[in-house]
């Protein structure tokens, strides 16, 4: 009788997997161009650390993001 049980739970077939975004997968947007101007020490320094903020954010997404699904298809057999 547990035979019977046990063999109801078992799945047949793979895990249909969904592959990576590629909103998640893109590559990280390029820091802007500065304009064709003298910048202010204060211009530059603003625009320098909101550019490395940006970077920043965007590369440990995008890494994570990928991380998470060569994880998930190892796991799966996919």
Request: with cysteine; hydrophobic share 35%.
């Amino acid at each position: 009788m547990l035979m019977g049980c046990n063999a109801s739970t078992v799945l047949s077939n793979k895990p249909i997997l969904v592959p990576v975004d590629p909103r998640l997968a893109a590559e990280c947007v390029r820091p802007v161009n500065l304009p064709n101007r003298a910048l202010t020490q204060v211009e530059i320094e603003t625009l320098w650390s909101k550019d490395r903020l940006n970077l920043v954010n965007c590369a440990s997404r995008h890494s994570t993001s990928i991380t998470y699904y060569e994880d998930r298809d190892k796991e799966l057999g996919g």
